[in-house]
């Protein structure tokens, strides 16, 4: 089991900038496939973007592509989330996510086991 603690959301017009940081504890994030999810009220909660275990490759949902990038660091067992040119429809609460051992990598919430208690991203007009 991991233990996984985001950070970095906040308030922020719209174009503009957020990094969400996500640190694990227990086990480092080179271990497991990870991923970021978010949540808006009254919807689902949706895949954003992940990095694969163990080669480390990113993919991401269709909405965020080239808007929003992944990174890793092993050293620090973190995992960040860059956001660019948010959008109002990007206010959600987003979660850090691992995923089940052995899963290369995956869309799926089902296939994450742990997951930190999210944080707030509002994007205003």
């Known amino acids: 089991q991991v233990q996984l603690v985001e950070s970095g959301g906040g308030l922020v017009q719209a174009g503009g900038s957020l990094r969400l940081s996500c640190a694990a504890s227990?086990?480092?994030?080179?271990?497991?496939?990870m991923g970021w999810f978010r949540q808006a009220p009254g919807k689902d909660r949706e895949f954003v973007g992940g990095i694969s275990w163990p080669g480390g490759s990113t993919y991401y949902a269709d909405f965020v592509k080239g808007r929003f990038t992944i990174s890793r660091d092993n050293a620090k067992s973190t995992v960040d989330l860059q956001m660019n040119s948010l959008k109002l429809e990007d206010t959600a609460v987003y979660y850090c996510?691992?995923?089940?051992?052995?899963?290369?990598?995956?869309?799926?919430?089902?296939?994450?086991?742990?997951w930190g208690q999210g944080t707030q991203v509002t994007v205003s007009s």
């Open positions: 996510a691992a995923a089940r051992r052995g899963t290369y990598y995956s869309r799926s919430p089902q296939q994450y086991a742990d």
């Open positions: 227990g086990r480092t994030v080179s271990s497991y496939a």
